[in-house]
């Protein structure tokens, strides 16, 4: 399950999504606004068995953000090691937030939320979502519609999200999916305590002046 809080008012769609509330054990997942986050992480803090995660998330629109894909970049307090977040969640907040980046094994359970899957799909499955129900008759319009909202008139059709939508071929050697350059895989993750809950998180949600143009090879 997947809610906004009662801060999040109807401006929220243009606002960068950087908290979720998480509690694994009902599997039910709350966005939060980092005012929200400011209230909460003293409360946390102070639980001995804390059932909630705080986990801090930006939406990947470049490939060197996604780190924050796996929803483990910066969780209070940590997960347990059999605790993974699930696809769903993954592909909902992903969406919601407007992401443009994803990982290779994220192609077919995306595809299948969307109702995209093909024969021809050659990653590798993961968590099952068929049990999930399509969120409009049209997913992948509306899809196209909101990330274009959501990314502020971005070109987003040379993304691995634009390809999705556009049927159009990806398979694990295409350049969107080949390993980042070593100066980024060092990510650290923010301190909470330095009270950047209000600010943008690793210059995510900047204006996306660094967004990297993938060449195409399947034109």
């Known amino acids: 399950m997947f809610f906004l809080s009662d801060g999040a008012d ?27 986050a400011e209230l909460l992480i003293p409360v946390i803090r102070a ?7 705080l986990i801090a998330y930006a939406a990947p629109f470049t490939k060197n953000m996604l780190h924050f894909n796996g929803l483990s970049y910066y969780v209070l307090p940590s997960l347990p090691n059999s605790c993974t977040a699930p696809d769903w969640l993954s592909i909902e907040l992903g969406i919601f937030a407007g992401r443009l980046y994803i990982d290779f094994t994220e ?16 990653g590798p499955p993961r968590n099952s979502i068929e049990q999930l129900g399509a969120f409009t008759k049209d997913p992948v319009s509306f899809l196209l519609e909101w990330l274009t ?33 070593a100066d980024d895989e060092d990510v650290v993750a923010p301190s909470v305590g330095d009270r950047r809950t209000n600010g943008n998180i690793d210059g995510a949600e900047d204006g996306g002046t660094d967004l990297e143009d993938e060449w195409d090879t399947t034109d």
């Open 149 to 181: 909202l959501r990314r502020k008139g971005q070109d987003i059709m040379h993304t691995p999200m634009g390809y999705i939508c556009q049927g159009r071929p990806l398979d694990e050697s295409h350049p969107f999916f080949i390993a980042r350059r």
């Open 47 to 53: 639980e001995r068995q804390p059932k909630v995660h």
């Open 10 to 36: 109807q401006r929220l769609p243009q606002r960068p999504v950087e908290w979720i509330l998480w509690n694994p054990w009902n599997q039910t997942a709350l966005i939060i606004i980092p005012e929200e």
């Open 107 to 122: 192609c077919v359970p995306l595809k299948k939320y969307l109702r995209l899957v093909d024969k021809t799909d050659t």
